[in-house]
């Protein structure tokens, strides 16, 4: 189980004969406080559907990947600015992450870097001529 702060390694096991159904964990039993027996359903619940093979993790956190293309005549500055607006706009809980990887997380990291190579630049122009300005 993957929790905001922490990561829970939950391992049960139980006799071959409930592998079979899922129906046979309403015949498995906890300790509860001061060592009652309590049926698993009391704390959690179980439905039976479709799941992924596998769960994907960036680190230790469970995550899903969104792929995009850019539209004829849109910069990636201008599809990144627009991701981080629907994210506000729909009101992402605080307890997701966005991150962007590939071109688009190379593009954020160099805006990063712009005011230090603007300023270089001009540092450099101011000593090359010999004078500041």
């Known amino acids: 189980m993957y929790k905001p702060l922490n990561q829970y390694h939950v391992v ?24 009652v027996q309590v049926p698993l359903s009391a704390v959690c619940s179980f439905i039976s ?3 992924p093979l596998a769960v994907n993790h960036t680190g230790q956190f469970s995550s899903v990947t969104i792929s995009f293309n ?5 910069s990636l500055g201008e599809a990144v600015d627009e991701i981080e607006a629907a994210a506000h706009r729909i009101g992402m809980p605080s307890t997701l992450r966005g991150t962007f990887l590939g071109t688009a997380q190379a593009f954020q990291a160099s805006l990063k870097n712009e005011p230090i190579l603007i300023l270089a630049a001009r540092v450099g122009r101011v000593h090359r001529a010999g004078h500041f300005v």
């Open 49 to 51: 559907n479709t799941t």
């Open 70 to 74: 850019l539209q004829p005549g849109f």
């Open 12 to 35: 049960m096991e139980v006799e071959p004969r409930f592998w079979q159904n899922p129906d046979s964990l309403r015949y498995i039993y906890i300790n509860g406080r001061g060592g």
